[in-house]
T-cell receptor, first 112, second 113 residues
Framework: GDSVTQMEGPVTLSEEAFLTINCTYT??????LFWYVQYPGEGLQLLLK?????DKGSNKGFEATYRKETTSFHLEKGSVQVSDSAVYFC???????????FGTGTRLTIIP | SAVISQKPSRDICQRGTSLTIQCQVD?????MFWYRQQPGQSLTLIAT?????????ESGFVIDKFPISRPNLTFSTLTVSNMSPEDSSIYLC??????????FGPGTRLTVT
């Protein structure tokens, strides 16, 4: 079946460091790919998405590119801030199907 | 966009009892969803709830254990019945507006002793 694998956390970085959170997927078809973020005490929020191969999703300085050849959707940010501290979830969903398949989440902590 | 709230935010319950979790959306949403996040694991979809019809359960989840109500377009409840320690999880609801992705509530952290 379909699955999403994320790098294990927690990840701790200093402010202004470069961030990469790895995400790979296994899918029988061609799903859309998502990154969700959960800030402390809040619900998951959609951070960015990509719907087809080579698409790049971006938001709030974060980027991720849909790589079909490596079945990956790694999240990157060039310079993290303390306010980026949160749990990040990679997920996939097929067009026309509501079911989201999530990874286990990666807790990110940014220290000043 | 939509803002989703859940009650309670957390609870500690004894085995054999039941807990009903409420999910309120500030907009009318066509579809609502219930997820479970067990410790150290990913979110797993329990069921999809549409107004006026029975919820659709995913493999491994049954109505007797997780009855769901969806009385209107802004509200849903999930009951965790006859609880055991294995039901200790975070339970999240989400809703989807037409043309958008799912919006999530903050979750209900349940501990069963």
């Amino acid at each position: 079946g379909d699955s999403v694998t994320q790098m294990e956390g927690p990840v701790t970085l200093s402010e202004e460091a470069f961030l990469t959170i790895n995400c790979t997927y296994t899918a029988t078809g061609y799903p859309s790919l998502f990154w969700y973020v959960q800030y402390p005490g809040e619900g998951l929020q959609l951070l960015l998405k990509a719907t087809k191969a080579d698409d790049k999703g971006s938001n709030k300085g974060f980027e991720a590119t849909y790589r079909k050849e490596t079945t990956s959707f790694h999240l990157e940010k060039g310079s993290v801030q303390v306010s980026d501290s949160a749990v990040y979830f990679c997920a996939l969903r097929y067009f026309g199907n509501e079911k989201l398949t999530f990874g286990t989440g990666t807790r990110l902590t940014i220290i000043p | 966009s939509a803002v989703i709230s859940q009650k309670p935010s957390r609870d500690i319950c004894q085995r054999g009892t039941s807990l009903t979790i409420q999910c309120q959306v500030d907009s009318q949403v066509t579809m609502m969803f219930w997820y479970r996040q067990q410790p150290g694991q990913s979110l797993t979809l329990i069921a999809t709830a549409n107004q006026g019809s029975e919820a659709t359960y995913e493999s491994g989840f049954v109505i007797d254990k997780f009855p769901i109500s969806r009385p209107n377009l802004t509200f849903s409840t999930l009951t965790v019945s006859n609880m055991s320690p294995e039901d200790s999880s975070i339970y999240l609801c989400s809703g989807r507006l037409q043309g958008t992705e799912q919006y999530f509530g903050p979750g209900t952290r349940l501990t069963v002793t």
